[in-house]
């Protein structure tokens, strides 16, 4: 793949991508702290490390309450039906897949644990394809309570 298909297949999928990153906020396993949290997600696309994205989030007590709901994806993409194939929730690790086929096809699994009330650490890896172009990315996100809410 040349370096300039490369970004234009980048492109279609960073949106999916960016969904992603912006459920990847602090959610809620048995003691996961409400407050506010940095959020430093490193993606790779393709094998190629791009920069960390570096998110501060206010955790609501209502979302600290549900992991399910803040953490899994809703699983819509345009132009393509999405399904959840996998899904387990314990006390310290969420994990859930999803498949998308359509217009777009894709892959998207994702694996959160939580370690502590106040860390946690999570990997989200997407296949996709879109018009012959292939995409693989993988995530990894780092959760750090560090305080209160402003």
Known sequence: ????????????????????????G????EGLQPGFWKVTSTPE????????????????PEEAADVDKTF???????????ERIE???????????????????????GTFDFDTPQHYTAVVTTKASIG???MNSRVTIEGERTG???
């Open 72 to 82: 899994s994806p809703e699983h819509r993409a345009q132009n393509a039906a999405c």
């Open 26 to 29: 602090p959610a809620g396993a």
């Open 87 to 109: 899904h387990e929730l314990t006390g310290t690790r969420l994990r859930w897949r999803v498949q998308c086929t359509g217009q777009m096809s894709m892959d998207v699994s």
């Open 1 to 24: 793949m040349t370096s300039a298909s490369h970004q234009r297949g980048a492109a279609h999928v960073f949106p999916i991508v960016g969904v992603l990153l912006a459920i990847a």
């Open 148 to 150: 209160e809410c402003p």
């Open 132 to 134: 012959g172009q292939n």
């Open 45 to 60: 696309v393709n094998g190629a490390p791009t920069p960390p994205q570096v998110k501060m989030r206010c955790l609501t």
